[in-house]
């Protein structure tokens, strides 16, 4: 029973993983998302960047990078808060 599960489940992840490597575009290749397009059309108009990478993080996903930022200021207060716990008073 146990090893039928394991091969249906394996089965299926692999077949998962088959069908996104095929739907990806290649490296370089914008592909052809809309989304794309209107990003690449508009940013600089919109935000008036002139680099649309620049407009992408910090205009169109801001909260996403205050939140990813949020966490990375947590994580390092926390090991030095662990660090700093860890030290004897003499």
């Not at 990478?53 to 200021?73: C, H, K, N, P, Q």
């Amino acid at each position: 029973m146990k090893k039928s599960l394991f091969l249906a489940s394996a089965i299926i992840i692999g077949g998962l993983f088959c069908g996104m490597f095929t739907m990806t575009h290649q490296f370089g290749d914008p592909g052809k998302a809309p989304m794309d397009e209107y990003f690449i059309e508009n940013a600089p108009k919109e935000r008036s960047a002139p680099n649309v990478v620049t407009s992408l993080v910090f205009d169109y996903r801001g909260f996403d990078t205050l939140g990813e930022a949020a966490v990375l200021f947590t994580a390092v207060c926390s090991i030095g808060a662990m660090f700093r716990a860890g030290r004897k008073k003499s």
